[in-house]
């Protein structure tokens, strides 16, 4: 999901997710309007899947950039 205003980084993301496409990854970029409903007490959390058995939660600070993940393989 991609809010307004873009940030700089967000080009360059795009552009790698791109690439990863290119070579195979099946990639999704949704509108916001897919999750809005689901974001109405609180932002859905930031996944991010590595093969078929591991996902990452990313968690950030408070001023806003990444502090960490949390790696879950159960399936």
């Not at 690439?19 to 999750?35: F, K, N, P, S, T």
């Amino acid at each position: 999901m991609v809010e307004q205003p873009i940030t700089a980084y967000l080009p360059w993301e795009l552009h790698l997710l791109r690439v990863h496409a290119e070579c195979g990854e099946l990639i999704r970029v949704i509108g916001l309007e897919r999750v809005a409903a689901l974001e109405q007490d609180s932002p859905l959390p930031e996944l991010i899947t590595l093969g078929r058995n591991t996902v990452y939660g990313i968690s950030y600070d408070a001023s806003g950039p990444a502090d960490g993940a949390v790696r879950y393989q159960d399936p």
